[in-house]
């Protein structure tokens, strides 16, 4: 898991994928990218949320691959670069 607040205000969490659906669904409908830890079935719930900290605002994220033993930093230029690890 990888939570990373940005200069924005809002924090950025992702989760790995290969636990099952998270309790949020990814949106907008049929935005499902395939699952590769289930076949590539569809996998229609998010991996990863945008929480507004002045608002409360959630809004999900969509997440093309496994983050899963990832990290993150952030630029100077208030980018967040991600950077996925060899994890089994």
Request: charged share 20%.
């Amino acid at each position: 898991m990888q939570y990373q607040l940005m200069s924005n205000n809002k924090a950025i969490w992702f989760d790995t994928t290969n636990l099952g659906p998270s309790s949020r669904e990814l949106g907008p409908n049929g935005n499902c990218p395939p699952n590769s830890d289930n076949n590539n079935e569809p996998d229609c719930y998010a991996h990863g949320i945008q929480y507004d900290v002045e608002t409360g605002e959630i809004v999900t994220v969509y997440v093309k691959t496994d983050p899963c033993c990832s990290s993150g930093h952030m630029l100077p230029s208030g980018d967040l670069r991600a950077r996925r690890l060899f994890c089994h």
